[in-house]
């Protein structure tokens, strides 16, 4: 199998585990689930439900105590999504195509989805006490789902973005790379280090996999910005120029074109290096990150 087939299969396999933990639409609640469930299913490339299913399988793991796990990282990051596209955010009326969760649902009825979504990625990931026969891993887990996802993690992150744009100030080198490590890379650590840790990596394997997943999310977002400024609607899929059409401070703004592709390909070596590096292997986990922080589109 190639690795577009490859790729579509296992894309395809979480899709369907993602799909099994949705909550049905019923009772009086049923419009805010109606609302949620229509922004779990906008599309996307479940990159990081990937990366918990193949770090999980790269230490061994072979039970379904991931599934659930799966499934709530994608309902978190989802949930952000949905508050991201807000009108007192940044207003987008459309994801992935199709009308935005507020643009289709209404301001309130969005903003309780993205609530029931953070919420029921808890009660999901705790699902996962009933699958597995080390319950001390899956409690690991849910504290580090929720550490990479609040204050410490994608929220904080999202928080001093905000405050930057309101400020009007400039962006040092600093907080661009904390805005980077927790809006971006923080779920993408969040899932490797959840499959790890459900898998019975060591404390080392697992930190090991924390930092490869700030390196992939670094390299991820520099890529990002890179693509602003090189690529096109055509190729891109979404309109570019906007960062400098709406004055974003961004890495290559700040360290200009060639920095920024040097300081990409760099990390992403090293991500990839350290993936390497385990006595396990994923093959296919290293040709994803290849991919991934090597992408055009």
Known sequence: MNWKDEMEARTEQVEQIIKSYLPKEAGYQKHVIEAMNYSMLAGGKRLRPLFVQEA????????REAEPFMAAIEMIHTYSLVHDDLPCMDNDEYRRGRKSTWAQYGEVMA????????????????????????PDRVGRAIGILAGKAGISGMLGGQTADIEAEEAGSEVTEELLLFIHEHKT????????????????????????????GYLIGIAFQIQDDILDVTSSLEVLGKQTGSDEKNHKATYVTL???????????????????????????????EKLVEELITREK
């Open 185 to 212: 890379a923080a779920l993408i650590q969040d899932a490797l280090m959840i499959g790890a840790v459900l898998a019975g990596a060591t404390e080392e394997e697992t930190a090991k996999m924390e930092r490869i």
């Open 56 to 63: 999980y399988r790269m230490f061994g793991g072979n039970g």
């Open 111 to 134: 903003v309780l989805a993205g609530d029931g979504l953070l919420t029921y990625a808890f009660e999901t990931a705790a699902k996962a006490f009933a699958l597995s026969k080390h």
């Open 255 to 285: 360290k200009g074109l060639a920095q920024a592709r040097e300081d990409q390909e760099r990390l992403s070596r090293e991500a990839v290096e350290l993936l390497a590096s385990f006595e396990q292997k994923n093959e296919f986990l």
